[in-house]
């Protein structure tokens, strides 16, 4: 079972520093607006690769008035220890420790699979196709952990390449030789989406009788099969745009209401809010299916906004399928859930046994 036994945070946010020990089901944590309960879930986020659940530079994090840096640790169940942070001498720069020894960034996602929805996912459906291609990637991540390998080279080709394409004289040999990198690279990305998108998909389909709407899932725009040559085409094209126009940079995720057939993006918040929550569930017993453990799920501030009848069934479809981490700033939202939870009460940057 993936889970977190221990978060201990310094210099994070709002935090000079804090402990928290939670147990394996429900983590609940309650208190008022702005006291830092947003805060504890963007730090378990920050023990996977990528920019956390906020997607703000690393300088951000780092407490007002504190020395500048930060430092996030976690304690897995299994006893692994994963920790990140930065340094005065690399204050916009993350590094992380797994067993107190250096590590990649996206070796992280080998040791925990960490799926999160808040309050500014509601606009998910209707917000830019890069919004929903990031959170498509945090899907296939969770499923292959390799994604974000993948997805890393198949940056770094593509920058090189703008770079490239913004000078006045072009070397085509090394042009060719990154976008034959972007292809290899580009094709992986897209070929891991195309069977996050399958999968979730027969994933929802087999989920009856449960409160949350099914969706249907598509990957619109998938990258050609012969990328290289038609980066190559669109040399000028790209360079003018200062862009790749083909590739994985131009896919979007489509979301279909399965059992209304219309697309999410035609239906009421609440509507979004049920179909992007179905979809987080659903992909969570993927997850454990494929991996044989459920992921640690971090819900901001979703009970308030579920009717009785959805909440009571959101508690019931969660408990015992792993470590949940959810805010609120009413413990009476909770009540439903009993006594299997670990209860905390967050006040001004502190963390109290609730």
Known sequence: MTAIDRLSLTDFRNYR?????????????TGPNGAGKTNVLEAVSLL???RGLRQVPMSDIARSGGPGTFAVAGRLHDGTELGTGTSAQAPDRRQVRINGAQASINSLSERLSVLW????????????AGSRRRFLDRLTLALEPGHAT???RYEAAMRARNKLLAEERWDSNWLDALEGQMEAHGLAVSQARLRTVDALTGAAAAIEGDDFPRSRLALENPSPTDL????????????VARRATQGPSTEDLKVVHADKGSPASQGSTGEQK????????????????KRGAPPVLLLDEVAA????ARRAALFARLEGRGQVWMTATEAALFEPIGAVASRFHVEAGTIFPA
């Open 17 to 29: 520093d804090a402990l928290v020990e939670p147990g394996r089901g429900f983590v609940l944590l």
């Open 150 to 152: 993948q997805a890393a």
């Open 274 to 289: 049920a179909l992007l929550l179905g979809l987080i569930l659903a992909h969570a017993e993927l997850v454990a299916d």
């Open 48 to 50: 996977t690769p990528g």
């Open 117 to 128: 929805l808040t309050p500014a996912m509601d606009r998910l459906f209707t917000d830019s």
């Open 305 to 308: 906004h579920l009717d009785p």
């Open 228 to 239: 290289q040559a038609r980066l190559k085409a669109n040399r000028k094209a790209d360079a």
